[in-house]
Each structure stands twice: as structure tokens, then as C-alpha cells.
């Protein structure tokens, strides 16, 4: 594994710990062209494109401190900022335009942008809670959210002009039912947003809402129908040139085709889909291509999206249907084992066999009927440091890793 193929623009993290994307203090440039700037952090990038009357702004990074930095660099290569396009409404995305608001630009987004918005705040100690995990970062639901509406919006496309530069608008459903990306002819570049984040594409995240998998394929087959010489993306590794654009958009594609295809086909033969995540793999040539590395998101991830976009809850077991609570059952199917000690064995000897997550779905049935049981929790610990090592995909590494340290806070707290 390659520092470039680490989650995004991150560093090979250290063993038993996160990968931390969060924590940039400063910006990185880059200069593709002579009218395009590109503004990096570890987790998100934005894009500028200079006009002869002025800047047109696609992202703005995370929060206004960060966003600084950029609009001083706009400053110094271009501006004012005329227009700014949101490509979706992740806040790696909308969190610096305020620090634009006193050049009084066009904001525009896709119009379901706005009830995007509008989940942020019902879900406040939720989206607070999972952001904790999938980042390790710690809870705060207060942590203040000054997002900038649009000032305009549209539906399926929208067309400008500004200092002899055509920017063409197009939405797309797939990371976000709100995605947008940018085709500027004059200059052959196209710029995504995250439908391209540097790896494997985020079509599952086991924290989020359905991602959007065949909506996805057919949007960069739209953006390859382009033929653009230029393509920026908007997570991790920013630019791609010449036929690097082609050969990224044509395996991007085909691996989003295989995995919806699979998914499909093991829906249509009712196929569990615990079953299927273990099953649906990469066709062979696609395995291990440079710009399809479990980063980010993974295959597994991206069956229990798809899987449940086209499926409900109820996977045709009656006692599924209206099931008891997990704690219930679980002390029901403890009290018929009838011994800590024999669950713990079972756990451990699995474990030694290579089997580490079913032994922690074994050392469930314990753990979730005695969480203090202290011998549990180290062997808890143990496996989820065994899955967690090797593990360089973002949203896996940092689940184990936030388990973990729930473990280690437990055990620490009975030295004291
Ligand atoms: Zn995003």
C-alpha cells in the first residue's frame, strides 16, 4: 500500500489508529492550466476558473479559516468571485463560501441542495454522532454550521457565461441526490465534485443514506462523452490529464456496472445479502487498479447500498419481520449457553483459527449480555485491533478504531 492510495490526501496512519482527514491548518495549490487553480486539503478540493470579468469558484472547502486561505489566493491570481457552484452539499464542499459573501457572488446548487440543508439541522446530534466515528473526531452537535443557502438553484441543467467562458451545469444522482458537475468546453475540463474521490467510488457508506449506483455510471458516461482533456475531482487527487481522463472514467465505470449488476442478479436469486457481501468481488483486471483502491469506501459497502436501494428491510425470515430487541434475544441465547466461559473459549479459539470477525460476532453474544465482563472486553479488543491492522479504507478503519477506544477507556478506567 502506497501513501497515495491511503483515504484521500491522507497519511499512513500510525498502528491502532484513525485515519485523521480533518485535521488540515493548510491549503495546498495546484495550477493545471493557465486559467484553472486547483485548493487542496486531505479531505476535499476546490477549483477556481479565471474569466476576464472575474472568478468563477466551484467548492469552498470546509469552514471559513480554511476558505481564507483560498480567497486570498484568489486574490492574488484572479477574482473577484463572481459565481460560486456548490457540486453537493457535503461540508467539505459549502463550508468556506462565507468568506465570499462580501464580493456578492451567485451562489448556485442543484435544488434538492436545499432539503440536504435542512436534514443537517433535524439530525444535528445524529449526523454529530456518525461524524465522530467516520472521522474520529470528537461529539459536538453545537459545532456551528454557517452554511451559505444558493441564491439560485435548477433542476436538470443550467447554462452561463462569464468573460467569454461557457459553463455548463449538469445534475447528477450518486454520492448525493444533489451532485452536480461542470463541463467548460472552451478549456476541455470537467470538473466532478466526488464522483471521483481518488479510489473506489463512495457509492456506500455504512453511516449515510443510499448513494445513487446506476444513476452514477450513467452520469460519467455523460462526463465522458465529453471527451475533456482536463478532469478535476473534488476528494483526494485533484488532476487528471490526457488519457489518464479516460482510462479513470472507463474502469470507474465498469466497476460500478459489475457491482450493481451483481447485486442485482443476487436480489433476483434471493441471495442474502450478508452472503453477498463476501461474494461480489471486482472482475479480475479491475482488482488492485490504481484508481480503484479501497480508500474511502469498499465493494462491501457498496452491495448493502445498492442492496438496499432496491430492497427494504426485511430479508423474508418471519422472525425478522417484527423482530424483538437484539438484548432480548441475546440474553435468551446466553441463558441457554449458560456460561460466559464458553462463549469466551469459542470467541478465542476462532480467533486463533483466523477467523476474527466471527469471533467477534460470537464474543457478541457476551459482550452485549455483560459489557464489563473484563476478559470479553480485552479479547474484544484484541480482534478489532486484528481487523483494524491492514485496513487503509477511511469509513472501516476508523468504525474499529472508535470501538476500540471505547475498550481501552473501559479498561483503563478499572486501573484508576
Ligand atoms: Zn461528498
Redesign the pocket.
Known sequence: MTEESVALDAKIPEKNKAIQVLDAQNVKFEHPHPEVYVAKIPI?NASWINTTEGTVLIDTLTGPVIAEQMKKKIQETGGPVKTIIY??H?G??VGGASVFLDQQPEIIAQRFLLEDFEKYKILREHRARIASVQFNIPYNPDRPRNYVSPTKTFCDTLTFSLGGKTFELYHARA??DDAVWVFVPEIKTVFV??LI?AGFP?IGNPFKPTRFALPWARALEAVRAKEAEMLIA??GRAVYQGAEVRELLDVTIEAIYSIHDQVVDGLNKDIPVEEMIHRIKLPDHLQNNKYLQFVYSRPEFAVYNIYRWYHGYYDHNPAHLLPRPDREVNAEIFNIIGSAQTILDRSKALFIQGKAQLALQVLDILFKYDPEHVEARKLHLLILETLCDQDYCLMSRNSWVYAMEKDKKFLESLSI
Open positions: 476535499a457540486t453537493h457535503h467539505d464542499h454520492e448525493t465534485g466526488d474521490i463512495n473534488h476528494g
